[in-house]
Structures are given as C-alpha cells and as structure tokens.
C-alpha cells in the first residue's frame, strides 16, 4: 500500500493505493493519528488506488471518523471511491457515516 498525504489550507488529503488489509491499515492508522495529533481534523481520504479493503481498514476508517467528528472538530470525506470499495462500505453501513465525492478536488473545495 502507498500514502501520499498533503497538507492544504483547510484540511488534509491522504491519497492511497494498493490493498487496505491487515498488514497495511496499520500505516494508514498511524497517518490518521498524525494528522488528528496535530490538531486538524478535516481529513480526505482519497480511495481512488484501493483494490480491496478488509475489516481492519474499515476499523481505521471509522476510528478515525468518530475522533474527528467528537466535539464537531471536523470529519472524514471520501473521495474517488472505486465501485468494489463502495459496495464493501454499503454491505456494512458505512455509507451514512461519510460524504462522498467523485474527485479529490471537489472533497478538498467542500472544506
């Protein structure tokens, strides 16, 4: 799995790739926590590389989206998520935690 994070104005963007297992949410989680630690809280996860997600992604994201949206600090927006990913999150009831957005570039603007 890659991670590019970038810092913009009002939030920060984490672009992945590759699968989000067990082995790799991990990494993903410690990014997470990086930026929350810092105290910014409008993160955007751009999904557009993921091949597969397991539970252990899932995990990651939603922890992420509770702490950020406690005390409404801010959220976890989704964008260019690939179709596979999207069905994973409707199977188990994530799509109502989260906004979506077609582009990186539209997820960044709605901050």
Not at 15 to 43: C, H, M, P, T
Not at 78 to 97: C, I, K, Q, S, Y
Request: hydrophobic share 45%; aromatic share 8%; proline share 3%.
């Amino acid at each position: 799995m890659q991670l590019i994070t970038r810092q913009h104005k009002r939030c920060d963007l984490i672009k992945v790739s590759g699968r989000l297992d067990n082995a790799s949410a991990a990494r993903l989680g410690d990014a997470l926590n990086a930026i929350i630690e810092a105290g910014r809280f409008n993160i955007v996860l751009d999904l557009g590389g993921v091949e597969y997600i397991s539970s252990a992604g899932l995990r990651v994201l939603i922890d992420a989206q509770k702490v950020c949206k406690r005390w409404n600090r801010g959220e976890v927006v989704l964008a260019n998520v690939p179709r596979p990913v999207r069905e994973v999150l409707d199977m188990v009831g994530f799509t109502p935690l989260f906004r979506f957005f077609d582009d990186s570039t539209t997820a960044v603007g709605s901050f």
